[in-house]
């Protein structure tokens, strides 16, 4: 079954902290992995896309990393700000079938100063 | 503003009855895709366009939901005799097929229906 599991479920930290979310897939075949920020009330924005060839794909303090072998993934925040608050969702897309995106139920980020 | 638009933000109605909701996608894209969102959940697929023709639905689209896209470029969705079990976020998204897999769908802001 093609299922994409996130966890923690929700987070809270300090501004200025780093924190790590995490990203379980048993998508296949697999053709990329996306991060997604969901502020509330909107629509989510993509943050990175990762490929199978790809481990590490940074933007600005965002960076993730693709297992493609024990097909996992991770999206780590280094010195928090209070905009990054929102839901952090991560999506698979399958490489056949045209409905062929697998979403997670998102990582619930929450930074307090 | 190219990116994808929904309309309207925010709807509250009465159960029983019907709303209709608009997405105008970023204007090349031939796929638009229908999700909707409860909270604390990510999005669920709903039904999805190539062009004009509607391609896929879930199961979760019951016979009081239809959705059209007659010219391939906008399209709406409809729910009749709303329930209260309707009260979601509605998010259009729209993305360019090439045939070779794997394209991003950009996403709207997405609809927030409240069914009283």
């Known amino acids: 079954k093609n299922q994409v599991e996130q966890s923690p479920q929700s987070l809270i930290i300090l501004e200025g902290k780093n924190c790590t979310l995490q990203c379980n897939y048993t998508v296949s075949p697999f053709s990329n992995l996306r991060w997604y920020k969901q502020d509330t009330g909107r629509g989510p924005v993509s943050l990175t896309i990762?490929?199978?060839?790809?481990n590490t794909k940074s933007n600005g303090r965002y960076t993730a990393t693709l297992d493609a072998d024990t097909k996992q993934s991770s999206l780590h925040i280094t010195a928090s700000q209070l905009s990054d608050s929102a839901s952090y969702i991560c999506?698979?897309?399958?490489?056949?079938?045209?409905?062929?995106?697998?979403f997670g139920t998102g990582t619930r980020l929450t930074v307090i100063p | 503003d190219t990116g994808v638009s929904q309309n309207p933000r925010h709807k509250i109605t009465k159960r029983g009855q019907n709303v209709t909701f608009r997405c105008d996608p970023i204007?090349?894209?031939?796929?638009l895709y229908w999700y909707r969102q409860t909270l604390g959940q990510g999005p669920e697929f709903l039904t999805y366009f190539q062009n004009e023709a509607q391609l896929e639905k879930s199961r979760l689209l019951s016979d009081r939901f239809s959705a059209e896209r007659p010219k391939g470029s906008f399209s709406t969705l409809e729910i009749q005799r709303t329930e209260q079990g309707d009260s979601a976020m509605y998010l259009c998204a729209s993305s360019l097929a090439t045939g070779t897999g794997g394209e991003t769908q950009y996403f709207g802001p997405g609809t927030r229906l409240l069914v009283l």
């Open positions: 204007s090349e894209h031939n796929r």
């Open positions: 999506v698979v897309n399958r490489q056949t079938g045209a409905n062929n995106l697998f």
């Open positions: 990762m490929t199978f060839s790809e």
